[in-house]
């Protein structure tokens, strides 16, 4: 079945460390994004990828890096510059052809401090 | 600014009754609406998307309708397997996808 897989399901990261979170889809779509989710708060963008080998910061770059070596695969990284990680991160894929734009979202990964 | 407000933030309802969740946007250039699904500790499920004023979608005991300002999500004869937060987002008129999430609307149907 196609789709978006995320891992790990949780994650623990200790202060200083930086942590790798894995996005892969195998929906061939030429998009995809990581979205932070915070209690009381809508989905804020972190950053997002529409072609291989090339990215953009999003609404909360600050303390992320990422990387599209492949179509299929996004990781995100949370560095030690982060300074409060401890969310629920949610990676999507869309195609870039208008209208059919609908995000589709893997299945998150909670992210928290030690 | 661009924003997107969604009420009530939570909502109780029991089995077949009825109502309505409200989306408010203020987004420029707005090119569609979307409304979203999400279970506890999953990720959002796609359900609509409404492009134009006076557009409607339905599937099973879900509808939604837009208007210039706000967008619904009428749910009629809920059951309880409708409980879940109902997220809506508004794409603005970039050269991609950027979506401008409300915070949701948290919906549970008692048997």
């Known amino acids: 079945d196609g789709g978006i897989t995320q891992s790990p399901k949780y994650l623990f990261r200790k202060e200083g460390q930086n942590v790798t979170l894995s996005c892969e889809q195998n929906l061939n779509h030429d998009a995809m994004y990581w979205y932070r989710q915070d209690p009381g708060q809508g989905l804020r963008l972190i950053y997002y990828s529409q072609i291989v080998n090339d990215f953009q910061k999003g609404d909360i770059a600050e303390g992320y890096s990422v990387s599209r070596e492949k179509k299929e695969s996004f990781p995100l990284t949370v560095t030690s510059a982060q300074k409060n990680p401890t969310a629920f991160y949610l990676c999507a894929s869309s195609t870039t052809d208008s209208p059919n734009e609908k995000l589709f979202f893997g299945s998150g990964t909670q992210l928290s401090v030690l | 600014e661009d924003q997107v407000t969604q009420s009530p933030e939570a909502l109780r309802l029991q089995e077949g009754e009825s109502s309505s969740l409200n989306c408010s946007y203020t987004?420029?250039?707005?090119?569609?609406l979307f409304w979203y699904r999400q279970d506890p500790g999953k990720g959002p499920e796609f359900l609509f998307t409404?492009?134009?004023a006076g557009e409607e979608k339905e599937k099973e005991r879900l509808k939604a309708t837009l208007t210039k300002k706000e967008s619904f999500l009428h749910i009629t004869a809920p059951k309880p397997e409708d409980s879940a937060t109902y997220l809506c987002a508004g794409a603005m008129n970039t050269g991609f996808q950027k979506l401008v999430f409300g915070t949701g609307t948290r919906l549970l149907v008692s048997p």
């Open positions: 409404l492009y134009s």
């Open positions: 987004v420029s250039g707005l090119r569609g």
